[in-house]
Nanobody, 128 residues
């Protein structure tokens, strides 16, 4: 079983925010990780994903939604069991509940069904 805990915040438009997600997993490096978001009255959507990596290497192929490409960066720190979503040039339309997700096998990075474990979600508010 994997537990995921995210934290968010409030930021002004054009500002930056870094979201952490801490995983309780014995082998964090064997998890593929992703971020999704859900705005009011909208469906949950893919934001970014990062692949598995070696224990001593915190890299891996990354994937991004077109709406965030060039503004958001996903990264992982295997030593701290943490994945981060660095969000720059934030816009009011980025306001949503952001969810961290993880999977051990059969990863489909852009699909909700591609993940087995989910965090509770954290609110991100971008004020104009």
């Amino acid at each position: 079983q994997v537990q995921l805990v995210e934290s968010g915040g409030v930021v002004q438009a054009a500002g930056s925010l870094r979201l952490p997600c801490v995983a309780s997993a014995r082998t964090f490096s064997s998890l593929a990780m992703g971020w999704f978001r859900q705005a009011p009255a909208k469906e949950r959507e893919f934001v970014a994903g990062i692949s598995w990596s070696g224990v001593s290497w915190s890299g891996g192929p990354t994937y991004y939604a077109d709406s965030v490409k060039g503004r958001f960066t996903i990264s992982r720190d295997n030593a701290k069991n943490t994945v981060h979503l660095q969000m720059n040039s934030l816009k009011p339309e980025d306001t949503a509940v952001y969810y961290c997700a993880a999977v051990t096998t059969h990863w489909d990075p852009r699909r909700i069904s591609g993940y087995d474990y989910w965090g509770q979600g954290t609110q991100v508010t971008v004020s104009s």
